[in-house]
């Protein structure tokens, strides 16, 4: 039932674009993006919740499709600042609650 | 203040030691969560207090035990651990309201090794 992220790292080059993808084998009722820098606590980036939906904040975006089985981060001209990793997570709703994170995206971006 | 506060920021304990993490949050939230999280692993959820609560318990060992005071405050009591449950202990909040979905807010975590 967890997530699927894809790649599980990449390297960049400052202002190079990315692209990470979260897949999951059932619909997902909703995704959240998150950002863990090293030793540090999750932030979250945004939440997506229709099948089609796109959101953007500053030059970090993203996308849920249609049938709400795939979202895709979009981190454009990237920085320094964006290193870190991604989670997906995604609340799965059949039987009990739980909330659930993706298996994660390193992200590196060097100077 | 959209800040969620950890105690001890880190902690060192033996195995027959007895010991408690603390999460605190000002931000009005009515749900709160406990994650594990591994070296180079995503959190994993232990519990889930809603409106102080326990709503979920994620087939956690009995001996981490969870409460929840008031609604600002979440424990997590430590007993008779191994080694195997060092990791980084993440506490979070978020708005809840029925199936409404809110961003969770996340403390700094504990970070346990159990020798």
């Known amino acids: 039932q967890q997530p699927v992220q894809s790649p599980q790292a990449v390297i960049l080059r400052e202002g190079e674009d990315a692209v990470i993808n979260c897949s999951s084998s059932k619909a997902l009722y909703s995704v959240h993006w998150y950002r863990q820098k090293h030793g540090e606590a999750p932030v979250f980036l945004m939440i997506l919740l229709k099948g089609g939906e796109q959101k953007g904040h500053e030059k970090i975006s993203a996308s849920f499709n249609e049938k709400k089985q795939q979202s895709s981060l979009y981190l454009t001209a990237s920085q320094l600042s964006y290193s870190g990793t991604y989670f997906c997570g995604t609340e799965i709703t059949s039987g009990t609650y739980k909330y659930i994170f993706g298996t994660g995206t390193r992200l590196k971006v060097l100077a | 203040d959209t800040e969620v506060t950890q105690t001890p920021k880190h902690l060192v304990m033996g195995m027959t030691n007895k010991k408690s993490l603390k999460c605190e949050q000002h931000m009005g939230h009515r749900a709160m969560y406990w994650y594990k999280q591994k070296a180079k692993k995503p959190p994993e959820l232990m519990f889930v207090y809603s409106y102080e609560k326990l709503s979920i318990n994620e087939s956690v060992p009995s001996r981490f035990s969870p409460e929840c005071p008031n609604s600002s405050l979440l424990n997590l009591h430590l007993h008779a651990l191994q080694p195997e449950d060092s990791a980084l202990y993440l506490c979070?909040?978020?708005?809840?309201?029925?199936?409404?979905?809110?961003?969770?807010?996340f403390g700094p975590g504990t970070r346990l090794t159990v020798t």
């Open positions: 979070a909040s978020s708005h809840r309201e029925g199936r409404e979905v809110y961003e969770q807010y």
